[in-house]
């Protein structure tokens, strides 16, 4: 019922201005601040910044609820309204990156709330494919299939069928747009700094490129200024990549995560658990409150001091001996191969 309620809501709004929609997030977005998603972005938000003061970070939390409250509410833009005006909402900067790439592309790109508007406008001017896991609500997941096919030629592979799929897509000169910044456990990682926590990162892009022969290209979603829509940027494709140590990669791949979570910081997605797998012990915050000046928190380690006086450990890979350092649930297909 809740669900149906919430695709009603959408299709009322969907052809509102994007200053109308943001309007409506404000009140929204207070409420989701009481909320699950408000305690883990307290806790990313303290363990990356704890140079800000609380009120600082009280204020950021807020600020990026709202910003992917409103997020949710322009979704209903992508499901029903014409494509002419996705492409007067969201722009490219940059684009001849992967439009004049000689080899197949990967977009390396961070988790920014204006995602599915930058899948979508990828989706318009690429023969893209996309790697993804089921939404755990029927309906919704639905719409996001239907949303994400009807704007272009887009293939969207469960990420539960393994990689050969996808191995093919890339091959066959479909745009990967890869999203990686997500906690998949300590069994597949390897444990890299992320605004100098070492956050467990799985090793798929190097061994992606290396596959398909591929470039990475960067590239990240924001907001336009007063309301104007959203810009996809892209940045020029990594060269040397992937190199011989893998770690260093990785950390490559995490730095420029990082520099547009900074960048943008109220729409990088600090909602997501990213941090549950960090390493070396450390004591995530458990606040009870942003209101108040002195929320219960365990103090943290330094952990930038450890990450320069001592090397990175990287925990033991337990992926198919065929596909080091792969998570085992893309592996299920592939162990005939």
């Known amino acids: 019922m809740g669900t149906r309620l919430l695709l009603g809501l959408l299709w009322l709004i969907h052809g509102l201005p994007l200053r109308v929609i943001a309007a409506l997030a404000i009140p929204l977005g207070f409420i989701a601040a009481q909320g699950r998603a408000r305690r883990t972005t307290a806790i990313n ?86 790697f993804f896991t089921p939404h755990k609500d029927p309906l919704i997941d639905q719409r996001l299939r239907a949303a994400r096919n009807r704007l272009g030629d887009v293939l969207m592979l469960e990420r539960k069928k393994g990689l050969r799929p996808l191995i093919r897509a890339i091959r066959d000169g479909r745009l990967l747009y890869f999203l990686p910044d997500m906690d998949f456990g300590e069994r597949d990682s390897h444990f890299v700094p992320f605004f100098g926590i070492p956050a467990a990162t799985v090793p798929t892009l190097p061994w992606l490129v290396r596959q398909c022969n591929a470039r990475v290209i960067p590239c990240a979603c924001h907001r336009l200024p007063n309301h104007e829509g959203y810009e996809v940027e892209f940045f020029p494709p990594w060269e040397d990549f992937p190199g011989a140590d893998l770690t260093q990669d990785l950390q490559r791949m995490n730095r420029f995560i990082e520099t547009m979570a900074r960048q943008y910081p109220e729409e990088y997605y600090w909602s997501h658990k990213r941090l549950n797998d960090s390493a070396h012990a450390l004591l995530l915050p458990t606040p009870t409150s942003i209101a108040g000046p002195n929320p219960s928190i365990r103090p943290i380690p330094d952990h930038r001091d450890v990450r320069e006086s001592s090397p990175l450990p990287n925990l033991p890979i337990h992926a198919s001996r065929q596909y080091p350092g792969l998570p085992a649930v893309w592996l299920d297909s592939m162990q005939d191969r």
């Open 45 to 130: 938000l303290h363990a990356c910044f704890p140079e800000m003061s609380h009120a600082q970070r009280q204020r950021l939390t807020r600020a990026h609820l709202t910003a992917l409250i409103r997020s949710v509410l322009e979704l209903g833009i992508l499901w029903w309204s014409p494509p002419a005006r996705i492409q007067r909402l969201v722009r490219f900067k940059n684009a001849h990156y992967a439009q004049n790439s000689d080899r197949p592309v990967i977009c390396l790109s961070p988790h920014m709330v204006g995602l599915e508007m930058q899948g979508a406008l990828i989706g318009m001017h690429f023969r893209g494919v996309g």
